[in-house]
C-alpha cells in the first residue's frame, strides 16, 4: 500500500465529515491504539506527521481491502456450496454405477 500512497492523484473528491468523523480522523493523526492500528493494518510507519489527504487515503484503501476481501470469502463460500452440492450428486450416480467387475464371468 506504501506505493499506492506515492502515485500522483488522479483526482480529488470532495467528502463529507460528520464531527464524529473529524474525531475519529483526530485520533487515527495522533500517537496511540488507533495510530498503531493504522499503521499496521496499511504497512506504514506509525511515527511521524500525517497529512490529512494521506490519513483519509490509508483509511480508504483499508475499507477497500477489508471489502475485497469480504468479497472474496463469500465467493468461495458460494463456491464450496456449489462444489458440496456437486459432489453430493456425484456420490449419487457413482452408487448407482455397477462395479467394474459386476459384468465378470467366472
Known sequence: MAR?????????KPLPL???DLED???LRSPGP??????????????GE??????????FAIG??????????QAYAEAARDRG?????????ARRRLPAWANEKD
Open 34 to 47: 488507533e495510530r498503531t492500528a493504522l499503521a499496521d493494518l496499511s504497512g506504514t510507519p506509525a511515527e
Open 85 to 93: 452440492a456437486t459432489a453430493d450428486e456425484d456420490r449419487v450416480i
Open 4 to 12: 499506492r500512497l506515492q502515485e500522483p492523484a488522479q483526482d480529488r
Open 25 to 27: 480522523l483526530e485520533r
Open 50 to 59: 500525517v497529512t490529512e489527504s494521506v490519513l483519509l487515503h490509508t483509511v
Open 18 to 20: 460528520t464531527s464524529r
Open 64 to 73: 477497500l481491502r477489508a471489502v475485497r476481501e469480504a468479497a472474496e470469502a
